[in-house]
């Protein structure tokens, strides 16, 4: 029997917001432990929670740009729970009337095609502390430095059919995220996070099967594998007539398996109640609509922006706006040039190999958007060939030098003259006179041993285009 995934995905998102969400403590990382801490934050009695309006911004900006509606009205709650990171005894967080439903984002397959993923919700609430454990001593530390640093949780519709579609999903979030500039959305340190709920059924079947969920995904990667892993074990446990139970399993990245954590009986109760600390959250009209207004351009729209006004095609559009600052980097550069398929194959190449052997984001490129366009146009203007430039461009890499300087200093200036040309290649093919009557006779796929002769020559200076023409030229007379 044929089986189809179902999944829904929980993300939670770390907003960068100045201070947490209740209190004026700092969310800044990497401080000595228990150093961003006050009485609110700490769960001392007594205190009073204060919502910062920040957060909510932040939120309502994420929701308008998923297309979710703000709902006018929403309300935090304390869901209940015993464990050492949470001092209060319960994380405060929106459960019965969040700040945002019935969004959708779309995704682009790998065959191009556009699938809508339906948001059922989002809500906004406080993290939780981290617990150290010591590696030497049976003893474990508590940091409360992240208690009450501001959280979305973005909750999917089960509209994602495949690991791929999920990781297309998550990467979309990403970058909605990074677009706004209201979250790092780094999975790896945990700005990102992601719970991913998956159940099989046999085609066609209506219901939905019973699901997992798959905990410890801290990365793009493992979310991928997890679910595959997941789909298999329950694929084959149906097709031997077993039932699935609904349970909370683990990543193993060890052994690449899903491990069961705890089943439904052991589910936490959080007794969940409106927290009577907070008072409702109203927002009114006029707010929504300052917030809508103040959105930057999104992945989506910059996409068809720029397929429309760059004529990228639809492919590259894609890889281009993947972040805010490789399109700024794109941007940049077709300002200073005229062919911007050549930047996005530039950028799309060298540039992407160069920043990722070195682990750089586009803002912090070794050769700025300036520098790669006075690069791009040498080419345009061919003075030199799209072979050398890729030499200029490593050497670029470890410069500050303009390529046309190093063009220069090197003499690469590309042979386009004619007569030079011509008698390079009449030398060529005078001592080569086999290969000639070969080709002649129908081989003719020994054009490029000639062009590769030619260019041997010219150490590789010679425009191919020139070379090319004469070579037809002299050879098919
Ligand atoms: P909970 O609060 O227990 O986590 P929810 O109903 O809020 O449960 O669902 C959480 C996630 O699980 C959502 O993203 C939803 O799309 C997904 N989901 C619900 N049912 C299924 C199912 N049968 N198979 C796969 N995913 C599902
Ligand atoms: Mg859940
Ligand atoms: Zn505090």
């Known amino acids: 029997m044929k089986f189809e995934p179902v999944i829904g995905l929980e ?11 209740f209190c004026g403590c700092s969310t800044a990382f990497g401080a000595p432990p228990n150093t961003h801490v006050c009485p609110v934050c700490l769960g001392m009695p007594g205190v009073l ?56 984002v779309n995704i682009t397959l790998a065959d191009g095609t556009v699938k809508r993923i339906g948001i059922t919700r989002i809500h906004m609430e406080e993290d939780a502390g981290k617990l150290v454990h010591d590696p030497d001593r049976p003893v474990s530390y508590v940091d409360y430095n992240r208690t009450g640093v501001p959280l979305i949780e973005i909750v999917s519709e089960p509209d994602i059919g495949s690991p791929e579609e999920a990781g297309a999903y998550l990467r979309q979030l990403r970058a909605i995220l990074r677009y706004l500039d209201i979250s790092d959305g780094n999975m790896e340190e945990g700005s990102f996070r992601c719970d991913a709920n998956v159940s099989v059924r046999p085609g066609g079947q209506p219901e939905y099967g019973t699901r997992t969920e798959l905990k ?37 990245t060890e052994k690449n398996r899903t491990v069961s954590m705890r089943g439904k009986e052991e589910a936490h109760d959080y007794r969940y109640f409106p927290d009577p600390d907070l008072v409702p959250l109203i927002i009114d009209r006029d707010w929504i609509e300052n917030v809508e207004k103040s959105l930057p351009e999104l992945p989506d729209q910059r ?23 490789f399109a700024d980097y794109f941007e940049d550069c077709v300002s200073r040039v005229n062919t911007p398929k050549t930047v996005s194959n530039w950028m799309m190449g060298e540039l992407m190999g160069l920043l990722n052997a070195r682990g750089l ?21 061919e003075v ?16 500050d030098k303009e390529a046309e300087t190093i063009v220069a200093e090197k003499g ?14 009449a030398r060529v ?23 590769g002769q030619v260019m041997k020559e010219t150490k590789g200076k010679a425009n191919p285009q020139v070379v090319n023409r004469i070579l037809k030229d002299r050879l098919d007379q």
């Not at 068809?304 to 600052?325: C, H, K, M, N, Q």
């Not at 984001?361 to 203007?381: N, T």
């Not at 060939?385 to 410069?399: H, Y």
């Open 11 to 21: 993300v939670h998102a770390q907003l960068k917001t100045r201070t947490k969400i």
């Open 49 to 104: 929670p204060v919502l910062n309006q920040a957060v909510v911004e932040y939120a309502m900006k994420m929701a308008l740009a998923t297309n979710c509606r703000v709902e006018g009205t929403s309300r935090f709650a304390r869901k209940n729970y015993f464990y050492p990171d949470l001092p209060k005894g319960y994380q405060v967080s929106q459960y019965e009337l969040p700040i945002a439903r019935h969004g959708h």
């Open 216 to 252: 410890n995904l801290n990365s793009f990667k493992f979310v991928e594998k997890a679910l595959a892993f997941e789909i298999d074990r329950q694929a084959v446990a149906l097709g031997d007539g077993e039932q699935i139970v609904q349970e909370t399993r683990l990543w193993d």
């Open 303 to 325: 996409r068809v922006r720029f397929i429309s006004d760059y004529g990228l095609p639809e492919y590259d559009a894609d890889v281009i706006t993947v972040s805010r600052e």
């Open 361 to 381: 984001s586009a803002a912090e490129s070794p050769v700025s958007a300036k520098r790669l366009a006075g690069l791009i146009k040498l080419i345009e203007d």
């Open 384 to 399: 030199i060939s799209g072979k050398i430039a890729k030499t200029v461009f490593d050497e670029m890499a470890d410069s």
């Open 412 to 425: 690469l200036v590309q042979v386009s003259d004619t007569s030079a040309l011509e008698e390079i290649i």
């Open 429 to 451: 093919l005078e001592n080569h006179p086999d290969e000639v009557e070969k080709y002649r006779g129908g081989k003719s796929k020994l054009f490029g041993f000639f062009v």
